[in-house]
């Protein structure tokens, strides 16, 4: 179960009641029987408020951002087929990222609750409605430094150039380290509707709508195909001077890690390449998506023998001595995944590629990342999404198929019980003196394996990718940022 991505959904709220209608009266229960009360109805808003915002607090360091650690709930009704299954059963066999212990210790000490009552017993058995809550101590990956700028802004749109490793909403392991949150906190910028998403390590422009008409009538452009986009990257070697077009079909290999291939059973998919520059090793090259398939023009890039030159993925030895070059990979799926992820704890990145060790400790592959509830809104995927979390929705994907915003949904290393919430029971994470995030920052949580491990930072270069969301455009608006540093004519590696 991963986290929602484009907003937390509200603690649930009583059903309103018609005038007049008689409360509903309790079922009298049999001997030894245990109460489960009524779902509540959910609260259809979706935004982050100033309580989230005050969770914790950044600090800069060695020209990354940092969130200080903080205590989170994690909140889901019971999953229909945990029905009858007890709670120690349902750890045991769905959230292997601790060990059965840690959530011993947890029940113990209070952090485990069943309808808002203290989990005693992990035999107790799961009923239908149940609701459960788990409080853990989180810490996320450090992510640049960099600020966000703010391209545009008016009544309907605010529009920023991205910076690379910034995840556009909270997902996996990022919450507060997300473009959402750090415009509400830094720039007061609240309930933003998601028009498009742009892959964590892909920088750009990207647009949020400030109502949900302004959302709906530029989300019909885009799945009408009326928004114009255009890329640049830098990649490996001499790409040909003529225009280049690929339409090779591309299948997600791994939603969990984020790996896609060309692949005959794959969706179509179309992109137009025009090389801007070549400085004697690499060039930049301007890519025109006309599809907005997971990693589209990564995936091309690849398969026309020219990675995008630090693509944590794409550009990777795993994929052997051609590096994917025309679709041809000596090793299956399995072995694929195997060795991108052995490559990548080599050389202590596994964060660059969005996942970490508890991720992988956990089941093979998140099966609830189907439940549209479980990650984000339903949004228009760009064609470079990989840890944005989106869910894998098929109603949806059946009414828009150009659309496939499927892309890696990391478990939660403590618990992933899903609707988070902020916590109160293990308190709050503020000093006397009022300072936000002092509190976690600076004592360490008895229960929490990450206070007791101590991590490589990754250095700012490592969260740049080269690849730059330059241009979106639609009859009514065009917005355009700065060309990056890196896609200069006379640019040095």
């Known amino acids: 179960m991963a986290e929602p991505g484009s907003g937390d959904k509200k603690e649930p709220a009583p059903a309103d009641k018609e005038e007049g209608a008689p409360a509903p009266k309790k079922r009298r229960l049999a001997g030894g029987e245990r109460y489960v009360p009524p779902p509540r109805k959910l609260s259809t808003g979706v935004s982050f408020g100033a309580e989230h915002f005050a969770e914790t607090s950044y600090y800069f360091e060695g020209g990354l951002r940092k969130v200080r650690p903080y205590y989170f709930d994690f909140r889901t009704y019971c999953k229909g087929r945990w029905v009858g299954r007890s709670l120690l059963h349902v750890f045991s066999t769905e959230f292997r990222a601790q060990p059965i212990d840690y959530y011993r210790a ?141 339409e090779e079909p591309i299948l997600v290999v791994s939603y969990k ?55 944590p993925i794409y550009n990777m030895d795993a994929w052997g001595p051609e590096r994917g070059k025309g679709g041809k990979v000596d090793k299956t799926d399995e072995e694929l995944l195997k060795a991108l992820v052995e490559e ?27 439940d549209p509830s479980d990650c984000t809104k339903s949004v228009q995927a760009d064609p470079i999404d990989v840890t944005s979390c989106p869910a894998k929705d098929p109603e949806r994907d059946a009414k828009h198929p150009e659309r496939n915003d499927t892309a890696a949904c990391p478990l939660n290393s403590n618990a992933n019980l899903e609707v988070f919430h902020e916590s109160k029971e293990l308190g709050s994470s503020e000093t006397q003196n009022g300072q936000t995030g002092e509190k976690s920052s600076e004592e360490k949580d008895p229960l929490c394996l990450e206070c007791g491990i101590t991590r490589r930072d990754p250095s700012p270069q490592e969260l740049v990718m080269y690849l730059h969301a330059l241009r ?20 040095e590696e």
């Open 472 to 491: 979106y455009k639609v009859a009514e608006f065009e917005y355009c940022s700065k060309m990056p540093q890196w896609a200069m004519e006379d640019w």
């Open 257 to 311: 890690v984020g790996v896609c291939r060309v692949d005959p059973k794959g969706k179509f998919c179309k992109t137009i390449f025009q090389r801007l520059s070549y400085n004697g090793k690499t060039s930049v090259v301007k890519c025109l998506p006309r599809t907005g398939r997971t990693h589209q023009i990564r995936v091309h890039l690849q398969y026309l023998g020219h990675p995008i030159v630090n693509d």
């Open 344 to 370: 990548h704890r080599s050389k202590q990145s596994l964060d660059v590629l969005g996942v970490s060790e508890e991720d992988l400790s956990s089941s093979a592959e998140n099966k609830d990342c189907g």
């Open 106 to 246: 947890a029940a113990r000490a209070g952090r485990l609750r069943l309808n808002e009552e203290p989990v005693r017993d992990l035999d107790v058995v799961l009923k239908n409605n149940d609701f459960l809550r788990n409080t853990v101590h989180r810490h996320e990956p450090p992510v640049t430094a960099q600020p966000i700028q703010i391209l545009a802004e008016d009544n309907e749109v605010v529009v920023v150039d991205k910076p690379s490793s910034l995840p556009v909403h909270p997902c996996g392991r990022f919450r507060h380290n997300t473009v959402i949150f750090i415009l509400g906190k830094e720039h007061d910028l609240k309930e933003l509707h998601t028009i498009h998403r742009l892959d964590r390590m892909t920088s750009g422009v990207l647009m949020f709508a400030k109502t949900v008409e302004v959302s709906k009538r530029i989300d019909e452009q885009i799945r009408e195909r009326q928004l114009e986009k255009e890329y640049v990257c830098r990649v490996v070697g001499e790409f040909p001077e003529h225009e280049v077009v690929c």
